[in-house]
């Protein structure tokens, strides 16, 4: 593998190994199986279940960027986290950060009960109340950082230094980072999650999911978990994730320049009672992700003075468009209160402030003028 910067290596980390033609764009291999060259004999290649080069091309290209030994693409980031979630065993344990992705909520809260794994919400942004949740039944520690919604950002190095030797898997979801500006392993992460439907494909045209690991013992697992359940990613979703993540960095950038004047200007206007976005200097975290990521990425969050100002916006907005997801191209506007988090009981829900003058922003790669105008027309 080359020893390049990051932004290079998104472009030429990994290498299509598996033809002669020189093809400089990828090559998709659409095929379920594969013949044998003779009896006992493979070429690698047996059933796309267990593997497909498409596939192949960008678990070596997420493993690469992320600095692991192994990536399995999986056909959705829930998918990712659910075959992560069969690692563990009944009477289990896992502590999981209070502010999460409303489907991961759902999971562990559904199908991880169910399955007679015990899943309690925590802040992990503070240490001292991981360190206090940890006991002999935690098998896991599940992170994500920045959280959706609230932007909270928890200290993975400090995490990794509560666990120590215990035998917890330290599981970080990256997917608002990605590994452009964040690599969990590098901090002690066991284990990386990504929605490939966000940053990494980049372009709200595919479904996608990756689990990223450190140690070859727990990649040799999941393997076995993946081609036993087979929720995997299809050779033509590679195709597009693999195509995505050639521009990552350019997207990164200018997603995250462009939310670099948008927070700041939300943080002006009359109408809005407060904006979080890690790359604010008054953000409680600031100076930690500076420390441990090399970049804030581009989600924003921020509360108005009213629902009807929250609506306004919501129904008024030419250019951003309401729907749900992030990490695209487009800028988008959800309402987590109606949408990411509808299934996240109400007490729980309120508690995490997430009410109905709460809004998110996916910052996307257009003019950052275009989307304040558009903004500022929806809320008059
Ligand atoms: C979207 C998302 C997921 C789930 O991924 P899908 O690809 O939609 O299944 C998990 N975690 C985070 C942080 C997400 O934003």
């Known amino acids: 593998m080359l020893k390049v910067k990051p932004e290079t290596a998104c472009i030429h980390a990994v290498r299509d190994a598996t033809h002669s033609t020189g093809a400089v764009g990828g090559t998709i291999y659409q095929s379920a199986t594969f013949a044998h060259p003779g009896v006992g004999q493979s070429t690698g290649y047996d059933y796309s279940r267990a593997q497909n080069p498409t596939r192949e091309h ?35 344990e896992m502590i999981a950060t209070d502010d999460l992705y409303g489907g991961s909520v759902r999971l562990f809260n559904n199908v991880s009960a169910k399955n007679g794994v015990t899943v309690r919400y925590v802040d992990t942004s503070d240490s001292v109340a991981v ?14 950082s920045p959280t959706n919604p609230m932007m909270k950002v928890s ?8 666990i120590g030797d215990k035998k917890i898997l330290l599981i970080v979801d990256n997917t608002f980072l990605t590994p452009y500006f964040c690599n969990p392993l590098a901090l002690g992460a066991d284990i990386v999650i990504h929605s490939g439907t966000k940053y990494l494909s980049g372009h709200n045209d595919t479904l996608a999911g990756f689990v990223v690991v450190r140690s070859p013992e727990i990649a040799e697992k999941l393997r076995l978990l993946q081609k036993t359940i087979g929720a995997v990613l299809s050779p033509f979703d590679a195709f597009l994730v693999t ?7 350019v997207r990164m950038e200018k997603a995250q320049e462009n939310a670099l004047k948008i927070a700041p200007w939300l943080g ?50 030419k250019l951003i468009l309401f729907a749900e997801s992030l990490g695209g191209v487009e800028t988008l506007i959800t309402y987590p209160l109606m949408q990411t988090h509808a299934d996240v009981p109400e007490p729980e829900r ?19 003028e275009d989307i304040i105008d558009d903004l500022e027309k929806a809320m008059q």
Request: hydrophobic share 50%.
């Open 268 to 317: 002006k206007q009359s109408k809005v009672t407060a904006v979080h976005y890690v790359g604010l200097s008054d953000h409680p975290a600031y100076a930690l992700s500076l420390q441990q990521a090399h970049g804030f990425g581009a989600m924003i969050s921020f509360s108005v003075d009213s629902a009807k100002t929250a609506n306004a916006i919501l129904s008024n907005t």
């Open 155 to 162: 200290d993975i190095g400090a995490i990794k230094r509560i």
């Open 243 to 249: 195509r995505g993540i050639k521009t990552l960095a």
């Open 58 to 92: 960008v678990e070596k290209m997420l493993a690469a960027l992320e600095g692991g030994t192994d990536a399995l693409a999986f056909s959705s980031g829930m998918a990712a986290i659910a075959a992560v979630m069969e690692l563990l065993s009944p009477g289990d």
């Open 350 to 368: 309120l508690a995490r402030g997430i009410d109905e003058k709460l809004l998110r922003l996916s910052v996307g790669i257009e003019a950052a």
């Open 131 to 144: 360190s206090a949740a940890v006991g002999s039944r935690t098998k896991a520690i599940f992170v994500e």
